[in-house]
């Protein structure tokens, strides 16, 4: 059994910042196994990549949308899984999914086999 709990979601300025966490608590494997991602769903749109990293965190992928605004990264001695947003838009509004995957790094959504309940993020202007 695998639990993911993301926290740190809330309300921001545009322009602004918000780090977000994810826990992992898992029976199965070790942290380190799984890669880890970020997807959000925006009111009415569906879910998206966000972000991804590898097991080791030597490897990260973004979405075209936050590159060179949000950082993804991983402290697997503390088996949580980060995303630093900055510069924050509107647009980001949404809630933000934290996943793992047995699998490499991918940018869809049922490749991830374990998902979090989420945390809203709202970018207001």
């Known amino acids: 059994q695998v639990q993911l709990v993301e926290s740190g979601g809330g309300l921001v300025q545009a322009g602004g910042s918000l780090r977000l966490s994810c826990a992992c608590a898992s029976s199965e494997r070790t942290f380190n196994k799984y890669a880890m991602a970020w997807f959000r769903q925006a009111p009415r749109k569906e879910r998206e990549f966000v972000a991804g990293?590898?097991?080791?965190?030597?490897?990260?992928y973004y979405t075209d949308s936050v590159k060179g605004r949000f950082t993804i990264s991983r402290d697997n001695a503390k088996n949580t899984v980060y995303l630093r947003m900055s510069s924050l838009k509107p647009e980001d509004t949404g809630v933000y999914y934290c996943a793992a995957a047995i699998a490499p790094v991918a940018n869809a959504g049922t490749q991830y086999a374990y998902w979090g309940q989420g945390t809203q993020v709202t970018v207001s202007t």
């Open positions: 990293i590898s097991w080791t965190g030597d490897r990260t």
